[in-house]
């Protein structure tokens, strides 16, 4: 036996609490329901061994960002650093990871971690992980520490929940992906909507442009359903094949009993029984918009027709994963508008008018 066998080891302490040093980190944040977003610091974990540490080079404005700004579904823990449509390059890894490198690009979606041993996380969809998964920002980590998003110059996230990203798309361009773009490839796949549907899309913002986007791309005809008249040269270039202007009862009415699928994307209070009746027998409409007050339904609507209601939320990692590869392949991204952070207050004013084409990212080297 050597004297280095004899010598008692101090084990390394492991575990969660074992890294404390943390690193300070330019972001915006809004501190209270009412406040605009303004410079604040925050503080991200060194990492740990199945960390990787990305430099945010872009970051995309989400609806759900505002809601949650405003505390609209009642959950948001302040003060809040919103982002959860993130690109970047990875600028160190930890001594486990095996996915990344210094240097790769790398993208973060709606969620850093959840339990990882449900059902539902053992399937890939870590988005209705039965624990709950934890959100990018303004959630609390396994830790308890509160998450901050990509309004921010750099974040430490597991690999597990890191994307790849293609450089053979524009960078800015994808970072919508992160977001709008897994909430609208999920349910097309998994009610696999293709060649021979008819969808209908309500509401071109930025999921619905997505939603556009994709529908097409995987075969369906698509109809824009929106209630601004200005943005049917826009439905027809993204790859609408029909318009429809919803404040329109007689444009509605011609299109009764049509769709095989509808996919709503309305952040807003608004009418669902004017859309269900646009279905065709045994149609599914899907709801990924969020509006922060209860829907009303009239279940006539559902009845007559043997028509569904559902919802879809995000995607898990694996299908998050498999629709920036199909959109590297596709070419396809996002249409943006490329703005300041100190924009970001304005930005929100004009996403709240439906005056954004389509998907407002903020340049992260902004902010300095
Ligand atoms: P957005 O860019 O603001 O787009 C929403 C669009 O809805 C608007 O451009 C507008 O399109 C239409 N609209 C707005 N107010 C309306 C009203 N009162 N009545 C009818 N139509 C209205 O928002 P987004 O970022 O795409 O997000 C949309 C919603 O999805 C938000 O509630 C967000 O929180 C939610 N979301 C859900 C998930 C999920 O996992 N399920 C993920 C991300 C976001 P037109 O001008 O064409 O009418
Ligand atoms: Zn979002
Ligand atoms: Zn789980």
């Not at 901050?148 to 994808?174: C, F, H, T």
């Not at 021979?196 to 556009?212: D, E, Q, T």
């Amino acid at each position: 036996m050597t004297a280095k066998n004899t010598t008692p080891v101090k084990k390394p302490r492991v575990g969660p609490r074992a890294q404390t040093k943390k690193s300070v980190t330019k972001a915006y944040a809004a501190q209270s329901p009412g406040a605009r977003l303004a410079p604040f610091q925050i503080e991200r974990r060194d990492l740990r061994p199945q960390d990787v540490q990305i430099e945010i080079l872009y970051s995309g404005v989400c609806h759900s960002d505002i809601h949650m700004v405003r505390n609209e579904w009642g959950q948001t823990i302040y003060p809040i650093v919103p982002g959860h449509e993130i690109v970047g390059k990875v600028t160190a890894v930890g001594t486990k990871v095996t996915k990344f490198r210094r240097g790769d690009l790398a993208g973060v979606g709606v969620m850093v971690d959840s339990c990882r041993e449900c059902e539902n996380c053992q399937k890939g969809l870590q988005q209705y992980c039965k624990v709950g998964m934890v959100g990018t920002y303004s959630a609390r980590d396994r830790n308890g520490d509160i998450t901050y998003g990509g309004y921010s110059k750099q974040i430490v996230v597991d690999e597990n929940y890191v994307l790849r990203v293609s450089d053979r798309l524009p960078l800015a361009q994808v970072a919508p992906l992160l977001c709008a773009g897994i909430t609208t490839y999920s349910p097309l796949r998994h009610w696999k909507v293709g060649k021979g549907h008819k969808l209908g899309v309500v509401g071109l913002g930025g999921l619905g442009h997505m939603a556009v986007k994709l529908g097409a791309s995987l075969g369906a005809e698509v109809t824009m359903l929106s209630t601004s008249p200005d943005k049917e040269k826009d439905a027809r270039r993204l790859g609408a094949h029909n318009f429809a202007l919803t404040s329109d009862a007689a444009q509605l009415k011609e299109r009764a009993g049509y769709f095989d699928f509808i996919i709503d994307t309305v952040s807003a209070k608004h009418d669902y029984n004017l859309y269900l009746h646009l279905l065709a027998t045994d149609g599914v409409m899907i709801c990924v918009g969020a509006p922060p007050t209860p829907a009303e339904v009239a279940l006539f609507s559902l009845i007559g027709g043997r028509r569904s209601l559902a919802g879809s939320g995000i995607g898990g990692i694996p299908e998050t994963q498999e629709m920036l590869d199909y959109c590297a392949e596709h070419g396809i991204s996002s249409d943006i508008e490329l703005i300041d952070v100190d924009y970001v207050n304005e930005a929100y004013e004009r996403v709240l008018k439906s005056d954004v084409r389509y998907r407002f990212v903020i340049d992260m080297a902004s902010l300095t």
